[in-house]
T-cell receptor, first 115, second 115 residues
Framework: NAGVMQNPRHLVRRRGQEARLRCSPM?????VYWYRQLPEEGLKFMVY????????ESGMPKERFSAEFPKEGPSILRIQQVVRGDSAAYFC?????????????FGPGTRLLVL | AQKITQTQPGMFVQEKEAVTLDCTYD???????LFWYKQPSSGEMIFLIY??????QNATEGRYSLNFQKARKSANLVISASQLGDSAMYFC????????????FGTGTSLTVIP
C-alpha cells in the first residue's frame, strides 16, 4: 500500500510564475490536508478537502492560493504569481474518514524555492 | 493563544539514556487527539504516537510513551534507550473535532543523541 505521494519533491520558480503542487493520498483515503512549513517552524494548516469539496480553507492566504481535489486525479495546490515569501516546504496529508482520533499520514513534502 | 507549546528548541541526550520532550496544549474541547511526529533531516513527517483525550492510560509504542496529564494539559513524549537514529526534530500536534479536523503543530524540539 503506497503512502502519500507528492510531486515534485523540489520546485524552483521565479517571482511571478505559477507553482503547482500535487498530492495523491493513500489508497482508500478520501480526506486531504495541506500544510506549509516555513524554515525553522512547525507546520501550519492551510486547507482541508474531500473529493470535489473544500471543507475548511481557513489557513489559506486569501489571494494567489487555491486548492482542489477533483473526482479523479490528485489534489492540487496552486500558487499564482509566487513571491519569495512563498518559499517553504508544503506537506500533504491524508486520512480515511477525517475523524479526530485518526492520524494523518504525511507525504514527503514539496520544497518550493522562489528566486 | 498558542494551541501547542513546545518550550525546548533543542535537547541533547546520551545514547541509551531516556529523554522527555515537553508539550503543553490549549483547548476548550473535551474531545481531542494528541500526536507526536518525528521529522528527520530528510524532511518527511513520521507518525510516532497518539493519545486520545478520553484515554485513561498513557499511550505507548515501542520505545515511545506519552506522559498524558490532562489536568495540566501536557502531553510529553518519553523516548527510552535513545539511539543515534533518534536525532531529529520532534513535533507535538493536537487535533480538535472542528469541521476541518486540522492539526495544530508546535514549533518543534530538535533532539540530538550523543554517542
Amino acid at each position: 500500500n503506497a503512502g502519500v505521494m507528492q510531486n515534485p519533491r523540489h520546485l524552483v520558480r521565479r517571482r511571478g510564475q505559477e507553482a503547482r503542487l500535487r498530492c495523491s493520498p493513500m489508497k482508500g483515503h478520501s480526506h486531504v490536508y495541506w500544510y506549509r512549513q516555513l524554515p525553522e517552524e512547525g507546520l501550519k494548516f492551510m486547507v482541508y478537502l474531500q473529493k470535489e469539496n473544500i471543507i475548511d480553507e481557513s489557513g489559506m492566504p486569501k489571494e494567489r492560493f487555491s486548492a482542489e481535489f477533483p473526482k479523479e486525479g490528485p489534489s492540487i495546490l496552486r500558487i499564482q504569481q509566487v513571491v519569495r515569501g512563498d518559499s517553504a516546504a508544503y506537506f500533504c496529508a491524508s486520512s480515511p474518514q477525517g475523524r479526530t482520533a485518526e492520524t494523518q499520514y504525511f507525504g514527503p513534502g514539496t520544497r518550493l524555492l522562489v528566486l | 493563544a498558542q494551541k501547542i507549546t513546545q518550550t525546548q528548541p533543542g535537547m541533547f541526550v546520551q545514547e541509551k539514556e531516556a529523554v522527555t520532550l515537553d508539550c503543553t496544549y490549549d483547548t476548550s474541547d473535551q474531545s481531542y487527539g494528541l500526536f507526536w511526529y518525528k521529522q528527520p533531516s530528510s524532511g518527511e513527517m513520521i507518525f510516532l504516537i497518539y493519545q486520545g483525550s478520553y484515554d485513561e492510560q498513557n499511550a505507548t509504542e515501542g520505545r515511545y510513551s506519552l506522559n498524558f496529564q490532562k489536568a495540566r494539559k501536557s502531553a510529553n513524549l518519553v523516548i527510552s534507550a535513545s539511539q543515534l537514529g533518534d536525532s531529529a526534530m520532534y513535533f507535538c500536534a493536537m487535533r480538535e473535532p472542528r469541521p476541518g479536523n486540522q492539526f495544530y503543530f508546535g514549533t518543534g524540539t530538535s533532539l540530538t543523541v550523543i554517542p
